[in-house]
C-alpha cells in the first residue's frame, strides 16, 4: 500500500463510529474490503443527511460500485466537507490510501458534530470562530504601542543580518 501511513486505531474508530451511526455490524473481513463497495459510506451519509445518496448500488460489477463511492463523495461534498479532506475514488477501490480515506471519515465525524449530528460522536469537535469586536479607540491604542521587532527590541538587526567583527574572506 503506498499513499500515507495507516494508523490502525484510527482506522478502529472510524469503524466503531460507522457501526454505530448505521446501526449495524462491519462483515467480517478487513477494514478497507468492508469499506470498498462504498454501501456503508453510502449508508452513513444518508444516516448523517437522509436522502443524501438517492440510490445505493448493492450488486453489480466494479464499474457499478465505483458509483456508490462517487456518490458518497458528492454527498460528503454537499455536506460541507472540503476537497482535501476527500479521497479518490482509487485510494479506497484500489487500496492506494486508505490512509486517507480514514481521514476522510474522521473529517466527516467532526463535520456531523458541527452540524449537531444529535448520534455517535468521532473525534474532537470543530473549533468555531473567534471573531473579535474592535473600538475605533481600542485600535487607535494599538496604534500607540512598541512593537516587538522596532530598533529599539532586536538591537538594528535586520532580515540582511547582524555583522560582528570582520567578515570572512573565503
Not at 35 to 56: R, T
Amino acid at each position: 500500500m503506498s499513499g500515507g501511513k495507516r494508523n490502525p486505531e484510527l482506522d478502529k474508530e472510524a469503524q466503531q463510529w460507522i457501526e454505530a451511526v448505521i446501526g449495524e455490524k462491519f462483515p467480517g473481513g478487513s477494514y478497507d474490503d468492508a469499506l470498498k463497495d462504498g454501501i456503508l459510506l453510502c449508508k452513513l451519509m444518508n444516516k448523517l443527511q437522509p436522502g443524501s445518496v438517492a440510490k445505493i448500488c448493492t450488486q453489480g460489477g466494479g464499474f457499478k460500485l465505483r458509483e456508490n463511492v462517487s456518490a458518497f463523495q458528492n454527498a460528503a461534498r454537499a455536506y460541507g466537507l472540503p476537497d482535501a479532506e476527500l479521497f479518490q475514488t482509487v485510494d479506497l477501490f484500489e487500496k492506494r490510501n486508505i490512509a486517507q480515506v480514514t481521514q476522510c471519515i474522521h473529517a466527516l465525524g467532526r463535520q456531523a458534530q458541527k452540524k449537531n449530528f444529535n448520534g455517535p460522536i468521532l473525534g474532537p469537535k470543530m473549533s468555531d470562530a473567534n471573531v473579535r469586536e474592535f473600538t475605533d479607540e481600542q485600535l487607535r491604542a494599538g496604534q500607540n504601542t512598541v512593537g516587538l521587532l522596532n530598533d529599539g527590541m532586536n538591537k538594528g538587526a535586520s532580515q540582511a543580518g547582524q555583522n560582528f567583527g570582520l567578515s570572512r574572506h573565503i
